[in-house]
């Protein structure tokens, strides 16, 4: 009687703790319960912690509310100004309605992946090559709104975040845009050379019309430049001697009625009373001969 009594204990026990253990299901802080009674599910989600469910006529499934990351693979495409070139993504979403991700879609991560490569091709197709290159934050705006759009309400899914990764381009196109690149950069070149010989000279008028207005300042100059000239330690060293210097000996060495002395020209008639005796002889010994017709 006795031993019944305790084995009939012992099974009970076994029971109860197999029930428990049946029972029992513990949800982590990322992650909600949904429960299945009889295959229809629960409206009120588990929320994380220890949760007991009725046996065999409850199924708990836990769904994971982190953000997922996901990598589009490359995907050929042609853009709106018939260029092709290869575009891959990264797509980051997560779960917003647990119940909704896991009765109306079998399984969410493959069809986020299909559609984000669907919504590439199409967005990358309405899109130029230089808006692709230059403007990434309206691309990726523009991709996350179309991936959106067809996840979050009828999925539960919530798109944070997608962004492009890498552009493939053929090489022929990147020939072409270096070669582009290359020009842009050599006219900027010009232009900056351009504007600085313009400023430049402005600037060297100025200095040549405050220089005129003192003559002493083209010497300093002078002797400024062969400073600088004798600072390299050469062994020649010329300099140039300034026109402007002549011009102001000139001023004061010259007469002020004219010339110091002038050379008449040859055959011109001059003063007899200038010449000395003997070159009045000669003189008059000329014009004897030339009144006397001899040949």
């Known amino acids: 009687m006795g031993a019944g009594v305790v084995i009939a204990v012992v099974i009970v026990v076994v029971l109860v703790l197999i029930v428990l253990a049946l029972s029992l299901r513990m949800v982590q802080q990322y992650q909600r319960g949904i429960v299945f009674r009889f295959g229809r599910v629960l409206e009120q989600v588990r929320q994380p912690g220890l949760h007991l469910i009725i046996p065999i006529a409850d199924r708990m499934v836990r769904v994971s509310m982190q953000t997922t990351v996901i990598g589009v693979p490359p995907q050929g495409a042609i853009t709106r100004d018939n260029v092709t070139l290869t575009v891959d993504a990264v797509v980051y979403y997560r779960v917003v309605d647990p119940v ?74 990147k020939r072409s845009m270096s070669r582009q690149a290359e020009a842009e950069r050599e006219r900027r070149a010009r232009v900056i050379a351009a504007d600085g010989e313009f400023q430049a000279s402005r600037r060297l008028a100025d200095a040549s019309r405050a220089m005129a207005a003192t003559p002493g300042a083209y010497q300093l100059r002078l002797l400024q430049t062969v400073v600088d000239v004798a600072a390299e330690k050469n062994s020649t060293l010329v300099m140039p001697f300034p026109v402007e210097l002549l011009r102001f000996f000139d001023k004061f060495t010259g007469s002020p009625g004219g010339p110091a002395s002038a050379t008449p020209p040859l055959g011109a008639p001059s003063d007899r009373a200038d010449l000395g005796p003997l070159t009045e002889n000669v003189a008059g010994a000329a014009e004897d001969d030339g009144h006397s017709g001899r040949p």
């Open 100 to 173: 909704k991700a896991l009765v109306n879609i079998r399984d969410y991560p493959a069809a986020v992946l299909q559609v984000a490569q669907t919504a590439m091709r199409s967005v990358i197709g309405k899109a130029d090559l230089d808006t692709l290159l230059g403007d990434r934050d309206r691309i990726n705006a523009e991709l996350k709104s179309v991936i959106d759009a067809p996840t979050e309400k009828p999925w539960g899914l919530l798109i944070e975040r997608v962004e492009v990764k890498d552009v493939s381009l053929p090489e022929g196109m």
